[in-house]
Structures are given as structure tokens and as C-alpha cells.
Nanobody, 114 residues
């Protein structure tokens, strides 16, 4: 089992920044992929960004150039630095861990006001 605990969400004005963190614990394997997804009201959950244990990253087109994903393998923690936030970034953000199985965090709300 893997447990994921997210933190760092909140309310911010358009153009502002937030940093999300996700700490993984439990049966963590050294080779894995972690990522951030988001789900806005009435919409499907979508990938925001992900990163492998060797640092390869992937971003949704809508966040390229504004968001940066990173990780600290020693702490089993993944981060999402979100800059130049827009109202359309408003969603519940979920941390994700994949290695043979998929695990999800409980989600953290990000609200961007115009």
C-alpha cells in the first residue's frame, strides 16, 4: 500500500502562485511515476503534469510554461509550482503514484479568483 498526503492548496488571485506538495509513504518502490491531476466541477479528471523517478517530465499543454513539477526522491515527495494562475486552473488537484498499481491522494482545492 502507498499513502499520499497533499498540501498547499488554497485561494489565490489570478496571476498569483501556489506550491502543492505530495508526500508518499508506505511501500514505495525506487522506480515509479508520480504526478498531479485535476478535476474541475462538471469535468473529467485530467493530467496536469507527471515526473518519473529519474526526472523525466510531462505537462498538459494548458500549463506549459506556467507550472513546474519536481520531486525529492529522498523524501518521496513531489511538488507542483504553479505560477501565473488563471481562473480556469480552479479545480481539486490530486496527487498520483504509479508502479504496478495506481494510488491517489485525497485532493486539495485550488481556487483562482478573477
Amino acid at each position: 500500500q502507498v499513502q499520499l498526503v497533499e498540501s498547499g492548496g488554497g485561494l489565490v488571485q489570478a496571476g498569483g502562485s501556489l506550491r502543492l506538495s505530495c508526500a508518499a509513504s508506505g511501500n514505495i518502490l525506487s522506480i515509479n511515476r508520480m504526478g498531479w491531476y485535476r478535476q474541475a466541477p462538471g469535468k473529467q479528471r485530467e493530467l496536469v503534469a507527471d515526473i518519473t523517478s529519474v526526472g523525466s517530465t510531462n505537462y498538459a499543454d494548458s500549463v506549459k510554461g506556467r507550472f513546474t513539477i519536481s520531486r525529492d526522491n529522498a523524501k518521496n515527495t513531489v511538488y507542483l509550482q504553479m505560477n501565473s494562475l488563471k481562473p480556469e486552473d480552479t479545480a481539486v488537484y490530486y496527487c498520483n503514484y504509479e508502479r504496478f498499481r495506481t494510488y491517489w491522494g485525497q485532493g486539495t482545492q485550488v481556487t483562482v479568483s478573477s
